[in-house]
Nanobody, 127 residues
């Protein structure tokens, strides 16, 4: 089992940047694929980005954030990051990190595929 704690959310103006972190407990972090999702009230949780367990070079992004957001992981620190640049008001949401032990090389992109979740961190982008 793994516990996840996000940090780094806040208020930023449109065009600005924020960096989110997700710290994972346990000694098996390297066996988990990690994902970032976001959710606004009244809507389903939306996939943002994912990174594979054993290779930080295997990543996947939602079309809405590709080219602006970067996911990365530091296995020595049991931490996954989401660098968010060129933020837009529509990026405003609660951001969650999630973990799953992948069974294929294909990264999971739906919330139902992930087993563990953090508590979320609010990101607000103002005009």
């Amino acid at each position: 089992q793994v516990q996840l704690v996000e940090s780094g959310g806040g208020l930023v103006q449109a065009g600005g940047s924020l960096s989110l972190s997700c710290a994972a407990s346990g000694r098996t972090f390297t066996t988990y694929a990690m994902g970032w999702f976001r959710q606004v009230p009244g809507k389903e949780r939306e996939f943002v980005a994912a990174i594979h367990s054993w290779s930080g070079s295997i990543t996947f992004y939602a079309d809405s954030v590709r080219g602006r957001f970067t996911i990365s992981r530091d296995n020595a620190k049991n931490t996954v990051y989401l660098q968010m640049n060129s933020l837009k008001p529509e990026d405003t949401a609660v951001y969650y990190c999630a973990a799953v032990r992948p069974i294929t090389v294909v990264l999971p992109t739906t919330s139902s595929e992930y087993d563990y979740w953090g508590q979320g961190t609010q990101v607000t982008v103002s005009l």
